[in-house]
């Protein structure tokens, strides 16, 4: 993510809840990934386009972990469109904790037409709002 694109980004805030940690007591890598899907549907949603899920499966997922959070910690959870591709996206993350950012990572995912089973072009009408060149209406 960049302060120069225009392209749609969202921010949300969790707390590290207890299931959200492992044996040694910090948070589960798994839990990176949740809110980075939790953050995606608030972006589909904030372009008027919460109808892609089940339609855009990941490819990539990757997540370097940085710092350690603890039970209870609040995070911010940094979430944007880095990449529009012709039938692919990339979103970038970051998870932000007390002492800082915590992890980063991108995600890919390609959208389908829920059927054919391969990717497919993304829709003339939604392109413009993925990369920032449009706004969905209000």
Do not use: K
């Amino acid at each position: 993510m960049t302060a120069a694109t225009a392209a749609p980004a969202v921010t949300i805030r969790r707390r590290l809840e207890w299931p959200d940690t492992d044996a040694a007591g910090h948070q589960h890598h798994s839990v990176v990934m949740r809110w980075a899907e939790e953050a995606e549907a608030e972006l589909l949603e904030s372009i008027g386009y919460a109808t892609l899920f089940g339609r855009i499966p990941r490819v990539v997922f990757e997540a370097q972990y940085l710092q350690r959070l603890w039970l209870r910690d609040p995070v911010e959870i940094r979430f944007g469109i880095d990449a529009v591709g012709r039938t692919s996206l990339t979103y970038t993350f970051e998870v932000e904790g007390p002492q800082g950012v915590a992890a980063t990572g991108r995600m890919v995912v390609v959208h389908t037409d829920g059927n054919a089973g391969g990717a497919v072009p993304w829709p003339d009408g939604l392109r413009p709002l993925l990369t920032g060149e449009a706004r969905p209406p209000r």
